[in-house]
T-cell receptor, first 116, second 113 residues
Framework: AQSVTQPDIHITVSEGASLELRCNYSYGATPYLFWYVQSPGQGLQLLLK??????LVQGIKGFEAEFKRSQSSFNLRKPSVHWSDAAEYFC??????????????FGQGTILTVHP | NAGVTQTPKFQVLKTGQSMTLQCAQDMNHEYMSWYRQDPGMGLRLIHYSVGAGITDQGEVPNGYNVSRSTTEDFPLRLLSAAPSQTSVYFC????????????FGPGTRLLVL
């Protein structure tokens, strides 16, 4: 069965610093990968997604992610963090085939704290 | 488009009570699903539907029922609430044949005493 691991439960960075959130997946075929962000008390907002093609994908709010098949990773990055980026971030993989078609499997989430 | 809407936003129940969490979408999406979110566990799939009249179980279906009589609506029923069902519930929808992105509602926060 597919799985997603986010090794970091909580990350703290200073405003203006760079950010990398890690995501590793286990999936037999070429994965469809997503990053979602959840601000406190809010729903989930899609940051970016990877289906195929260029392995470096750009998203909203200045985020990008790189798909590395050899490492089974899809890490999220941002060159300069803003205080408004403080939120919880979720990595997810989509099932494409059979009876699991359309299902999303989520990682445990990474809480980002931004210090001024 | 309103997107995915959920009602209520917050609910308190006593153990053994029943209730229905409502979910609706106006994007003509075939696929709809319910997740629960608990601290440190991410989102876990409860039930999903690939179209009107078709539903199936997800990862944590026990204690929950669903039905899909229309494309737009996908209610989640708790027949006899338990404290273990205290959680935040999210509904999502997508059109897998057009765009694999799942769009999420704002969530329902449920407290079972």
């Amino acid at each position: 069965a597919q799985s997603v691991t986010q090794p970091d439960i909580h990350i703290t960075v200073s405003e203006g610093a760079s950010l990398e959130l890690r995501c590793n997946y286990s999936y037999g075929a070429t994965p469809y990968l997503f990053w979602y962000v959840q601000s406190p008390g809010q729903g989930l907002q899609l940051l970016l997604k990877y289906f195929s093609g260029d392995t470096l994908v750009q998203g909203i709010k200045g985020f990008e992610a790189e798909f590395k098949r050899s490492q089974s990773s899809f890490n999220l990055r941002k060159p300069s963090v803003h205080w408004s980026d403080a939120a919880e971030y979720f990595c997810a993989v989509l099932n494409e085939g059979g009876t699991s078609y359309g299902k999303l499997t989520f990682g445990q989430g990474t809480i980002l704290t931004v210090h001024p | 488009n309103a997107g995915v809407t959920q009602t209520p936003k917050f609910q308190v129940l006593k153990t053994g009570q029943s209730m229905t969490l409502q979910c609706a979408q106006d994007m003509n999406h075939e696929y709809m699903s319910w997740y629960r979110q608990d601290p440190g566990m991410g989102l876990r799939l409860i039930h999903y539907s690939v179209g009107a009249g078709i539903t199936d179980q997800g990862e944590v279906p026990n204690g929950y029922n669903v039905s899909r009589s229309t494309t737009e609506d996908f209610p989640l029923r708790l027949l006899s609430a338990a404290p273990s069902q205290t959680s935040v519930y999210f509904c999502a929808s997508s059109a897998p044949d057009r765009d694999e992105t799942q769009y999420f509602g704002p969530g329902t926060r449920l407290l079972v005493l």
